[in-house]
Nanobody, 119 residues
Framework: QVQLVQSGGGLVQAGGSLRLSCAASGSVPTINVMNWYRQAPGKQRELVAY???????YYADSVKGRFTISRNNAKKTVYLQMNSLKSEDTAVYFCNVRDLLLANRPDYWGQGTQVTVSS
């Protein structure tokens, strides 16, 4: 089992910044990808960014240049630095970890963190 505990988030004005953290514990896959998803009211969950154990990153076009994903492998923690926030970034953000070697291993999810950007 893997446990993911999220922190950060909250209410910020447009143009502001927030940082989300997601700490993993338990049987964390050695080679993995850690993802940040978000889900806005009435919308499907969407992938925001990911980072693999070696450090390969991906960003959705909507956040490219504004968000930065990083990880501390020793602490088994992934971060999402969100700058220049817009009202459309308002959503519940979820972290996720996926094993890159064992395809049949389940994904694990954090509890979700509300991010609200006021215009």
């Amino acid at each position: 089992q893997v446990q993911l505990v999220q922190s950060g988030g909250g209410l910020v004005q447009a143009g502001g910044s927030l940082r989300l953290s997601c700490a993993a514990s338990g049987s964390v896959p050695t080679i993995n990808v850690m993802n940040w998803y978000r889900q806005a009211p009435g919308k499907q969950r969407e992938l925001v960014a990911y980072i693999t154990t070696p450090g390969t990153t991906y960003y959705a076009d909507s956040v490219k240049g504004r968000f930065t994903i990083s990880r501390n492998n020793a602490k088994k923690t992934v971060y999402l630095q969100m700058n220049s926030l817009k009202s459309e970034d308002t959503a519940v953000y979820f972290c996720n970890v996926r094993d890159l070697l064992l395809a049949n291993r389940p994904d694990y999810w954090g509890q979700g963190t509300q991010v609200t950007v006021s215009s």
